[in-house]
């Protein structure tokens, strides 16, 4: 199962990613979290090569408001192409 999230941004990140704002994110096939603005995405993992954890990296700049579990990256693609609006009210129902 994959985790597929609305995250808000908690801290500006890199010049993309603007405080307070809502974005769409999940795992790509390696793991790494990735969070995407319209069609393009972005990973988000340090540049420094030692890290304990990259969801720990991930989640220093993003605080996740909804979540709902996916079976495989097909899902998660089709969901992307929702608005926001659109996959809060889904993971209301």
Do not use: W
Not at 39 to 56: D, G, K, M
């Amino acid at each position: 199962m994959l985790k597929f999230e609305i995250v808000k941004c908690t801290k500006a990140f890199k010049e993309a990613f603007q405080e307070g704002e809502l974005y769409k994110a999940y795992p790509n096939k390696r793991g790494q979290q990735q969070v995407f603005i319209g069609n393009e995405r972005y990973l988000i993992r340090p540049e420094r090569t030692f890290v304990i954890s990259e969801r720990a990296y991930y989640l220093d700049f993003f605080e996740p408001i909804g979540t709902v579990f996916l079976p495989n990256i097909k899902k998660c693609k089709e969901l992307q192409e929702k608005t926001i609006s659109e996959i809060l009210e889904i993971m209301k129902d």
